[in-house]
């Protein structure tokens, strides 16, 4: 029988001198049904109060009482943080800001990530905790730091620039033929005079700053690998997860994935936003789900969320009664192990004192957000027959943190946003509000077992992934393909000739121009086919192609590119590629892919239900969650405001497992 | 008999070389009624060309003309701007910036307060004058150097900040535990490793940002005190003001007044902004005269005003005719004994140049600012009996410099911005509107003799606070209390347990969520008595409590906490204690202080008056200033358009003074 | 027979590696009918790959290439960015921002241009050029550098700006007295005390921020005539011209060319804007076309523009179809003898890469952009009578960048914005709807031969401007000066008594006061003559004057000064001279100038228009544009929508050349 994991940061460490709180701590615990809890993040300065001075004994203590309460420990590094005697000394380990500044000591996440300095200290205090800890039988997981992010600029941090940009392109001529150096003469004739982007050095020349942050994010990786493989050292067979975060720009999530056992993520949504109906919100916090699913294509855990309400939201807003319940099991729908909190206890003082935790400042058990974080304990109780399971393969949304950023740091042709997650978003709900389970794939993933690949912004394509591409579709695979894709090639150099690059067949169209909108400017279509509607309304970008053998489905409506194709089909081999040619309103992608999905994708729950209940499967499992605040059908059944229901399908049909 | 002063900043030494200027002076201060003028201000390079090289014989033939002329003086020490010499020299006197950047010459008001060098220099001139002038008949007061305010982050600061923690808390565990350091690691060892509060490090820790504000006003009173002294050292019965500012946030104002002989103020309303009636905009400038009679619970001074216009405000408008007249009658209502300008003469060059002035470029007499000025200077002299009297104790609002600063930089419940000014401006004028004499109270003055203690937004109170308010109401006082206060203590560690802290008895009603509103959101709510508005909206923060005792008067309506308090009253002891749960619309407080003022609070005019038409009483004085555009009634009295009655209470009823 | 030049910014260092496409680029061109190419901007890490190691013969078989192929050569100096070997061998060649922090290698247009070590670097390879291409048949111009602009705060810059401060004041006390220093205390006893402006530093003081301005347009202007000499020393007949930019700020343009043989600029009009008509967009063209024709009073080159759309503007939108012929036309029509682009070809990397160009990514022919190059080639050809002729002298807008520093940099009386370009394009464009021929004067120059001249904002005259305004009104001149004119001298102080200076007589007002607007706030006024709007709205600055002997046009309808001039006139001697109080809605002014105009101004094309025909002259050449999107009549020629008709006016009537 498998274990869905329900706890919270705990931080003791805040509370060593007030043993009733320690105590209640405990006993709360077993009334919230919490059986696991992420340990000592934060704690290195009461774990290492001065250098070399280690004070592990209070946490050998908490351990044991956790443990005896039946609580397990996903224990933390602590180097989300360094100790103040340590910033001191070692000033090395201090991050430089872009500016080339040296930061002073403070704030947290803001350490070198190649200081050798700083990856001894972290070293020793690792496995210092990995001796004492690391076999106790709570610990059945890491927590390696804690959000890695950010970047360094100091003479290390270049120095290791060069050196993986050698590695990368072996020659100087390389580079600058990569990044098209020969631009405002900027052509550098030694690794040595290459530094990194600064707001009073280089920032125009695409190239170097996309290899930047690549190399920034292998650098964090390369850190994090430091940090695990010092704690393997002392205990081989340790599990490790880090923290991911919504929409975070600064890391390859599915490279870091990839040295990772778990991946987890900290989901902070700001539910109750004025005008924005709650089925919204949920949406946006699914795709997060699905990505974090995805990175590694199993279970992960949902590490942090709030019971109640943030502190470092514009507007602080607690959930509505039954909201914790409803969010927390939608997490457990799109595959997570897990339900915690950030956090346990609320701190007494600085920055996220105000932080909603399961324990509040008033210390009660009577009040309405532990009352409801005892709920969510009964409810992964009752359905902990779910942990483990996985999700089916229907539909691939192709992400690439790369594209990403050479997407967003491109001058031209809209520099007021392209709105890359907004993007995102329209497709993904087009294909959850049909029922459709959906998965990110990177480039360089197999595409095997997809009905459906979808390319949404997908500007930099690399000479191999559109040779797939082209197989996939070839081979009965259906791709849809918008505006401003296959635009640059992998270091940001556009492609000369076709465009999109080696799709112009496959989709039947060839890019002509590209009409820059305006916010609010809007440009009328009308559908030319059934099924999609009759009109609709382009914006961000109007793409402007010539037909090559494609079938219109919507066209432009005005403007001298009136009949151009603002959607089309195209047959090639066996397969179909659609191509989108603008960004539409938000609820025409329901129908789109309704369209696009005929014959080819079938929803995980094949009944009628009414907007504002989303259903999503686990293995067997088919989760029926009502975000409207007031009942709602879904096929046979009617479910309550907020209620969740988890069905289980069997040959007969569906059984309520809640 | 009393006098009223009349007069402004006056600058000659920026035009010694233009004796017609000089002579023209003395002529229309003659004409304009000017009995003073504040001399000297920003006069050092002048003063002292060359380090030790004195000249003040200039100021000495102007400071003789001016005092044939019966013009008094309010000498100025020179500090709030530094010759170019001193800034060359010795660069530790030019302030250090929190990105730790010492600034090059230039500006004003940007010296280092802890100096030495700078204390010795400043104190050289002030005594320079002090032996000189101090003594001559015409000199009156002393204008401490000139709106003291800023901060300096270089290494003697640094090194004084750490002297004054040491001093307060004693051993650094104490300021760990004060501060709740231990969230994210951020523990000291030692006092050497504490830090000024930098964009570049530590800003989330409210302890310590909490004690550089405080640091910072300490230093910076401890400069004036150096001042001071150095000129009693030579005159020890000199009489010492400074001119505090509007919503000024840097200097605790209460803790300075202590120091200082006299409290005086520059006035720069906004008046005339399209959409807000001008009586609007003088409660707002009334709030802070009142603050400014509160400091010292005496006569102040407006010690700076526009004739006309400013020049730095975003647009600038001239005052409508007739309006320098009431504005200037205003401050007198509440309690100035001068009403002084900013500046006499219009500077011709440099940054204020385009500065509304008694004097304009134009050099005449027969312009509308001059004639206007006249103005001023005859009914200054009808009313001078006024003089020297003061205000009746009837409603205290308290005001806590430590409070805003906490409130302010708190991280949660809404960060887009708490609006503590609107919040007191709020109490101030329902409690203006019903003709209440109102002053500010810090929380460590004593609360006997008056009637009614509001706390607006007063998040922090001290232990000792919490208990002479409970002792207040128990002994027949009235409380206000409203939401968002009694969270914290005095070093930012939130109160466990109950909330607000000490008080929950006494109000009747317990702290339980708070629902942070977006700007524009609102939240219905419905009266449950008689005498408050029917329907009322909550915004800003929409606090919800449980009833412990406390009779509601208004109850939300909507929401899931549609029916918890949103206003409540609670006896307790002899007294009442009012809960007043978000912030209503501004016309709601009128109706809020009816109510809680029925059989406590007494109009100082209590007659009916039209809206527009303000009371204010000093001594036996009775003030009725109509700041509308058209005639307006007052009881038995019809006053035209910007028209000010000032009568004189006497058995038989009123007197017309003016 | 005159020739029209037609051509692009050429960058065939980008693509030494690809024959195959320069081999298309010399095809491409002869299609085009390109005549000329701007070569060698930013090619300066090819030309000197390391320090004294030069790599021309590229560039030599470059150019025979396109001569043979009829090309001509503007040859650029390559100083517009620098290679990486110098900036890291001399630092000092690298720009110092205003915080004085140097900047790293990278971006372009940011070398001091003080530094003797660029000076010598750039005079090396400048004469390099000269020496081998200098008296090649193809080289018909030299572009020096490119963009010239920004400014550089290094020690060897403060250095020289003291020396110029030296040689134009002779001594300190005469620096404190132009800048009003004593203000604040600022006296400088040596130039040495002297900084330039600094956000850290001195930025109040408006003289020392004006002379700095000033400085840097002297600096710049200096560089440039280094660079120029640098290539006369090898050619003597060497013609240089420099491409200047749309309301650059940073240069005064007047002064710069006096030392170039040909003005040229780079224009870059957000055509197709929501909202905003094509024609209005155009007469924003219109106005800098005919700016950079006033700066040297001759036939000037379009240097930049762009075929399709730039990639830097917050939103790209290419032209649409026939507007890239329409408006290449609209420079030709305003006196430029040639249309050029940036760029030829497309870069495939780096920040430019999807800027517009001839020759897009697709390296096709067969696309809109190409073909509509081809359109303007032949159109071009086909007028090619037109070269080298100017304009006739009408009406003059006087134009100074030390008055626009001056103004904007002041504080009050409207800190939000004084829209100094919008009050240009009124005056302006009223001119233009009334088909009148205007230059633009710098107030040094002479105004004989002008009927009308219009000082829109001349806030800052010298005595001596003002005496010839006298003298120019005097003796019949047509004169309109609008509010806040005439208010200081030319070190930005205040002129005393007389405002504006010298001219009360001369206009029949005097200033009394001045209302400052908000945004939207509108003033209310009335006719009170005929053939002006009977009513109009006053906004940004609502002037008082007092009419000493003006008649009056339009008076405020409303608030204290209701019945005061908006709009005067008055005979002065044999003149006639306008006074405008305030700043009124756009389409005031085209009646506005009907009334100015009547007797005084001719149009050029003397026929009834329809509203977005334009009508524009040089010599004998009368151009009619319509920039309605739809036919339009002009005299008796119906346009076509986009249409240009070029007419020689002949002793019977108009003959059409295009």
Redesign the interface.
Known sequence: MGVLYHGADY?P??WLTRPEILEQDIDFMKKAGVNCVSLGI?????LE??EGNYNLDWMEEIIDKLWAAGVHIDLAT?S??????MA?KYPEVRRV?A?R????????HNHCYTSPVYREKVCAINQMLASRFGRHPAVIMWHISNEYGGECHCELCQKAFRKWLKEKYGTIDAVNKA???????????DFD?I?SP?P????????LKLDWKRFVSYQTIDFMKWERDCIREIVPEAKVCVNMMYHYDGIDYFEQAKDIDLASWDSYPTWH??GEPLWETALDTALMHDLYYSVKKQPFWLMESTP???????????K??GVQLLTSLQAIAHGSDSVMYFQWR??????????GAVVS???RED??VFRETCDVGAALKAMAEVAGTGKEKQAAIVMDWSNKWALED???????GMGFWQEMQRHYNGLAQNGVSIDFVHPQEALDGYKLVVCPLVYMMSEEFTLRLREYVKNGGTLVVTYWSGVVNE?????????PHNLTDVLGVRR???????D??KRACRAVCAGLPETAQGSVLCEVAALEGATPLMVYDE??YAGAPAVSVNEFGEGKAYYVATRFEKDFYKALYKTVGEGVLESVYPYETEEGVLATRRGEYVFLQNFNDHPAKAGEWTLEKYQTLVLKQTQDGYEKVF
């Open positions: 931080n460490d805040q934060f704690a290195w300065a009461t109060p001065s602590p989300g943080a360094r100790p103040a005697w001191e800001n500016d500044i040296r930061q002073l000591f403070g704030e947290r990044w098209n150096a020969k631009f405002w003469s900027h052509e550098y004739r005079q530094e600064a009073h050095g280089e920032h125009s020349v695409h190239g936003k004025p109640s309400y943030t502190n470092w939201q514009r507007v602080s807003k607690p509505r009664p609320q701190s007494q003082g600085a920055s996220e004192k105000f932080h400042h008033d210390c009040n309405r491109s001058q031209g042709p809209r520099n007021i270091t940001d150099l556009v492609w000369l000739y076709d465009s002509l121009e590209v009409d820059g909108m305006f609010g400017e403007e001298f």
